[in-house]
């Protein structure tokens, strides 16, 4: 066991934790749930507020799962960057790349002279 | 049986890590992590080839909350979300309970660790069974719609902007009836029929005033755009062409076909992981019965299955946000 000199128990953390998770999902879905107009409505790098906030919410918790859940704050160094930072820079590059294509070919069918929506 | 008992025979040699492992992680749960980082890579693949069609048809992407508006017993009434949130709390907890049967494995506890590993296998069996029933909702539909011409999809409101149900614009059902075997056609199957022609929908909607139709662009604030009396009138008879009732691979009720797509292709994919996850803990959770990892000394496997089971919930996390809430 790696990290296995120490035995006694982090029950508590856990718990502490599982309440964390607990509230940013209830924020989440009460944010959904009502959806404030202020937030649908203001645009934030040609994104709505409220959605920043649930991606927000969501690395938050994701974090709170590999760290706690997965004991990544237990590992190495080594082994930590060997897997968040691989994920974190692939996924980053792929996701701008993406949606910014995505959003171009919109413009394109918006502003363009074929009509697709007759 | 004493092969699976015992250590693996490579401590200290190059497949358990070598002298000086510089991970100080062992071999099976260094694979595990680079097996999950390599998964993560595909989901994401998945998430963002999912943003790209959602951000090129952004105008015909369907609402969430209007998609995904059941709770179990509750007929009829609009619960936007409730039930997935629900289901996220299940998923959540039953990471809960594995995290607390890798601690109780920490300390040598066996009962424990049976107790809770039984806790996490139920919550995965009731979120799967909850996914099953969110398909159900989904493929069967809530109000239907009409697919116009260019392949779009318009939606019927009434004047205070409620939704309105097809079985409540048509006035009577004039859609034949299926062909089956003992009707004499013997050599193929009939292709599945709507409740209602597109015929009933277009004089049933001609006849009620106060109904209007909704449009798959959106107005200056984001919002899609409801139609005049006149307007939608127009734009169901000169473009409707089929009657749409739940959502299948081709075609469905809520907005662009892509959305059916997507969700079938990454909720199937992440309940295949729910599923091959509860059949891993089934297999671990008898070996724990069997008093495998007391005679081995280390509950390090539960721990390793650990790992792969809070993946499956952090991959519901992004999933959640995603498909529900953005």
Do not use: C
């Not at chain 2, 992680?25 to 989901?43: H, N």
């Not at chain 2, 019927?156 to 059902?173: H, M, N, P, Q, Y």
């Not at chain 2, 034949?176 to 004499?184: E, T």
């Not at chain 2, 809520?254 to 909720?267: A, D, E, M, R, S």
């Amino acid at each position: 066991m790696a990290h296995g000199a120490t035995h006694e128990s982090s029950t508590k953390r856990i718990w502490y934790v599982f309440t964390l998770l607990s509230i940013a999902t209830i924020v989440e879905v009460v944010l959904g749930i009502i959806k404030p107009q202020f937030l649908v409505e203001t645009k934030f790098l040609s994104m709505k507020l409220l959605n920043w906030i649930f991606i927000l919410l969501t690395i938050y918790k994701a974090y709170y799962i590999t760290w706690a859940f997965m004991h990544m704050e237990g590992e190495t160094k080594g082994l930590r960057r060997a897997v968040v930072w691989t994920a974190v820079f692939l996924i980053s590059y792929l996701v701008f790349i993406l949606l910014v294509e995505g959003d171009y070919i919109y413009e394109v069918y918006k502003s363009g002279f074929v009509k697709y929506n007759f | 049986m004493e092969a699976t008992v015992v250590k693996t025979g490579t401590e200290g040699k190059t497949w358990g890590g070598g002298q000086n492992p510089p991970l100080k992680a062992s071999y099976g749960k260094l694979m595990m992590w680079f097996f999950i980082l390599s998964d993560a890579l595909t989901f994401s693949g998945f998430l963002a080839a999912y943003g790209f069609s959602r951000y090129k048809f952004i105008d015909s992407w369907p609402v969430a909350d209007e998609v995904f508006n059941h709770f179990p017993f509750l007929h009829g009434v609009d619960a936007p979300m409730y039930y997935v949130a629900l289901m996220t709390f299940i998923l959540i907890f039953s990471s809960v309970t594995m995290v607390l049967a890798v601690d109780a494995g920490h300390q040598m506890k066996k009962s424990k660790v049976v107790f809770y590993m039984f806790l996490t296998l139920i919550g995965g069996i009731i979120f799967l069974g909850s996914q099953a029933w969110e398909w159900k909702n989904f493929i069967q539909g809530t109000y239907g719609a009409v697919e116009t011409r260019s392949g779009n999809i318009i939606q019927f409101l009434d004047t205070d902007g409620k939704r309105v149900a097809l079985s409540d614009i048509a006035l009577e059902s004039t859609q034949r009836a299926v062909h089956d075997r003992s009707s004499g056609i013997w050599y193929t199957t009939d292709e599945t029929l709507s409740t209602y022609t597109i015929d009933d929908i277009k004089s049933g909607f001609a006849e009620k005033e106060n109904l209007l139709v909704r449009i798959q662009k959106l107005d200056e604030n984001g919002h899609p755009i409801v139609l005049s009396r006149e307007e939608s009138i127009a734009k169901l008879n000169d473009s409707g062409i089929r009657v749409v009732e739940g959502a299948n691979l081709y075609r469905n009720e809520y907005g662009h076909p892509l959305f059916g797509n997507f969700f079938f292709f990454i909720t199937g994919f992440h309940g295949f992981h729910v599923f091959t996850g509860v059949l891993i803990n089934l297999i671990i959770f008898f070996n724990i019965l069997l008093g495998t990892y007391e005679r081995r000394g280390s509950y390090e496997m539960v721990e390793k299955v650990g790992l792969y089971w809070h993946f499956v919930d952090l991959v519901w996390v992004f999933v959640f946000t995603f498909f529900y809430l953005v």
